[in-house]
């Protein structure tokens, strides 16, 4: 299950916010969103958890508290369905 973390210090590496969530269970992978210009942390990122109970056990222990004096905050990131391909390129318009 992937999580959205929020309100990170600019300064987090992916190191230590994979080692954040490892006490909660098994990290499959973990993204800091970047700036290309000052190539740090636009502080948020998304770490995927191993399984739901891992994933919920991390968003319960973790949301709302002080990281690097920085309130961060943990929840299921917003899985958006894609559409069908065709759907994209060509949207039906009302009346045909």
């Known amino acids: 299950m992937k999580l959205l973390v929020r309100n990170l210090t600019r300064t ?3 190191t230590e916010l994979s080692a ?11 993204d800091l969103v970047m ?11 998304f770490v ?5 109970s891992a994933a919920q056990a991390a968003i319960d222990a973790l949301n709302g508290t002080k990281q ?3 309130k961060i905050r943990v929840k299921m990131a917003d899985e ?3 559409a069908p ?4 390129i060509w949207p039906e318009q009302e009346g045909e």
Do not use: Y
């Open 35 to 45: 700036d290309q210009e000052s190539g740090k942390s636009k502080g948020f990122g």
């Open 12 to 14: 987090i590496t992916e």
């Open 20 to 30: 954040l969530f490892e006490a909660h269970g098994e990290v499959q992978s973990c």
């Open 68 to 70: 690097a004096g920085n």
């Open 85 to 88: 391909a065709e759907e994209q």
């Open 80 to 82: 958006k369905p894609q």
């Open 48 to 52: 995927e958890m191993a399984d739901d």
